[in-house]
């Protein structure tokens, strides 16, 4: 366990970092005024109008990079920190959310494998690690059978939370690219407002990068503690 929690403390020290460096790119990028003087929600609704969708409305969502697109209901809820602002920053998150509802719209394969898993791992991903961890005190007192079998459910569990962390990495990755794409070819930044999107979506992208490599981390390391374990 003390390898376990070292792997953890260490995961997490990287994704503290990395998040932490994101909210200074985007105070920083948050400097930067857009010429166009549009808002976050001006962009969104332009970039949807400029892609064809009219069925999705932008509203705004308390809090701090709670940014998102939902599919149930056609909405891009940007937070209070972009929806008004008119910013590089605030340019970049919301032309990043518009860029998973043209990919909903356009029934992009990645986003509907990473939705087809959304009801599974919800429910599934909070009790894995108390599956494992409960397989194996069963298993470690009453031998090789029903706890063994518990803590590999367990690790399946896990592993399918392992795969939707790295679908979400096409699905995030492009929707930047999308958004970068339509920022440049419809002229709504100057190459300084630019450069300044790309890097805020660039560290954006990296919290998913770093969440997806802990999440497989954790998986080697909870496999390798059940398939390991001597069988009579």
Known sequence: ????????????????????????????????????????????????????????????????????????????????????????????????????????????????????????????????????????VLGGAAGIGLGWYVAVSGVIFMGLATVFSFITLPVEYDASNRALAWLKAKNMVTPEEYKGSEDALKWAARTYLVAAIGALASLLYWALQVFGVSRD
């Open 1 to 136: 366990m003390i390898g376990y929690y070292i792997l953890i403390g260490a995961i997490g020290l990287v994704s503290w970092l990395v998040s932490n460096k994101l909210k200074k790119k985007f105070a920083f990028y948050s400097k930067v005024q857009l010429q166009n003087g549009m808002s976050g929600k001006e962009i969104a609704e332009k970039m949807l109008a400029d892609n064809g969708i009219t069925d999705v409305e932008v509203i705004s969502t308390p809090g701090q990079l709670t940014d998102h697109y939902n599919p149930k209901n056609k909405t891009v809820n940007l937070s209070e920190s972009v929806y008004s602002q008119r910013n590089a920053a605030a340019a970049a998150v919301a032309a990043h959310e518009c860029g998973h509802a043209v990919q909903h719209a356009q029934a992009y394969q990645w986003l509907q494998m990473r939705s087809s898993l959304v009801p599974v791992v919800s429910v599934t991903s909070g009790m894995s690690q108390w599956l494992i961890i409960g397989g194996l």
